[in-house]
Structure formats: C-alpha cells, structure tokens
C-alpha cells in the first residue's frame, strides 16, 4: 500500500519547502498550483514532477477535488503549504494504513498564531481535527469555503487522540497576516457564498444595539466560556477577531443587498462617478 500527499498552493515560497521536506517520505507528492507568482512552482520541482495547475479562485477549496483526482494511489494524505508532519504522525498514519483502522482518519491540529501555540477556543489540538488521511473512494470535496469533505456513509471513522501525532499548522505569523488573509479575503469569499446562496444567511438583526449585543454575547462564549482567557493576550486578540470576522462578513453581505451585486466595488464606483460628472457639468453651463 503506498500513500499519495495533495498540496494545494499559491504563493506559497515562505512554507512550501519545509512542508515538503516533512514529507519526502511519501511515495508519491502532487501539487495544484493557483498560478503562483512567486518561486513556489520551483521550490515544488525540487520534490516533485507531479505539479499541475488550477484556476485561482481566492482560495483552495474548489481546488482540492481536482488535486485529490490526480492521485494514482489509494492511500491520501492532504496537506496545507503551511503545516508539516511530525514522525510520530507519519509512523501513526502507517500503523493506521498496515492494519485497515478506518477508511476516513480525523488528524489533530496543532495550531500557532503570533508565535505561540494555542490550545482553546476550538484551536487547540483536539478540538481541531479534519478528515485529511483516507482511501480515495471514500471521501470527496465540495468548493464551499471551510466546508468542504463529502465523507462517503459506508466509510468507517478513525479519530487519532494523540496531540503528539497530529499535524504542526503554523496558521497567522502576527496580526497583519490575519487582517490580510481572513478579516479580508475569506470574509469576502464568506459573503459571496451568502449572496449567492450557497451559505446561510448571518442573523444579527437590524437594530444596532442587538446588533452589538449578539456579537458582544458571541466574544464572552470565545473568550469566557471557551476559556480563550488562558491563551492570555492571544486569547483575547483571537476572541476579539472571531468576533470581527463575523461582522466584517455581515457588513459585506448587507452592502451585497443594498446594490443587488457581489461587486459593490465597481457598483459605488459607478454612484460616486455620476455625483461626480453632474460636479463637472456645472462648468459647462
């Protein structure tokens, strides 16, 4: 039995070779590249020749399908650019495979924000497990962002119970990185899936004061209730951007309303350039 590894990437020249280098192991490494502008394509020459290439949508989801369909053998392991594979996971997910424990596995996640581990708020290593290692016939994915495996019914769960033997996934270097990738981009991607349907909708009402309400009820659940306090000021910062997270999509999704479109963008732009023409106007009359 031989294991294939699918890595989805773009722009990944930062973490790429040490992910790679984590699992040379592998019989076989495949990566679907989103048209990387940065040296990310050469870095995967370096371990592989098994490198093809997807529409850049934003985000990997829509493109794991394809990544898991150019795998030759039974056995996958998905991987993100950003995570390494400690030994122990790699001798675990062999003992799983030499003695047919499960079809689909649940890996823990170690998970590091701003230098640190975290280890509440559904971060910690247990309570962020994913389906990532399993036989080919028995899962797929859809394109929907961080809700993507399609478990097949017959398949036969395995959950590992070992931090230790889980992967090491280096998520946000500080907060810019955060800001940048989920308070902006998945946010964007989060309201499009709900203008368009495919996700439901955000209730926090119409009023200001639920409003702030719910999302102040929403922040003692991450950081009292969740224990997000013991993470000390990452707790609190986590906590706090969750909180955000949510409401930045809410805010995106209302102005997706208000101008019957995903791009309000080019919409506004639009509005401000007929305020602006009949500005110009008045100097030719």
Request: aromatic letters at 16%; proline letters at 2%; charged letters at 30%.
């Amino acid at each position: 039995m031989k294991i294939s590894i699918s890595i989805n990437t773009f722009n990944e020249e930062r973490n790429l070779k040490n992910c790679l280098e984590s699992v040379k192991w592998a019989d076989e490494i495949v990566v679907v590249d989103m048209y990387s502008t940065d040296k990310t394509i050469e870095i995967a020459k370096e371990y592989t020749d098994k490198i093809f290439y997807y529409e850049n949508l934003g985000y990997a989801d829509p493109a794991r399908q394809f990544a898991r369909d150019q795998t030759s053998n039974e056995w996958i392991l998905i991987v993100d650019a950003d995570e390494v594979v400690p030994k122990k996971l790699r001798d675990r997910l062999m003992e799983i495979m030499e003695y047919d424990s499960g079809d689909v596995i649940y890996i823990p996640h170690n998970n590091y924000f701003a230098g640190k581990q975290i280890n509440r708020m559904g971060w910690g290593a247990l309570d962020d497990q994913h389906p990532r290692f399993f036989k080919k016939e028995y899962l797929n994915f859809g394109d929907e962002i961080h809700e993507f495996f399609k478990i097949d019914d017959n398949a036969r769960i395995y959950k590992i119970d070992d931090p230790e033997e889980g992967f090491l996934h280096f998520s946000y270097i500080n907060f810019e990185h955060y800001i940048e990738k989920s308070l902006n981009r998945y946010t964007s991607i989060e309201a499009k899936n709900i203008f368009e349907g495919k996700k439901e909708k955000i209730q926090l009402g119409s009023n200001f004061l639920t409003i702030w309400f719910k999302l102040f009820r929403e922040f003692m659940i991450y950081y009292i209730l969740s224990k997000g306090y013991k993470d000390g000021f990452r707790g609190f910062s986590i906590s706090f951007l969750s909180v955000m997270y949510r409401m930045v999509t809410y805010m995106k999704v209302r102005l997706m309303e208000e101008y019957d479109s995903e791009d309000t963008h080019e919409k506004i732009l639009e509005e401000y350039q007929i305020i602006i023409d009949k500005v110009i106007s008045e100097y030719r009359d």
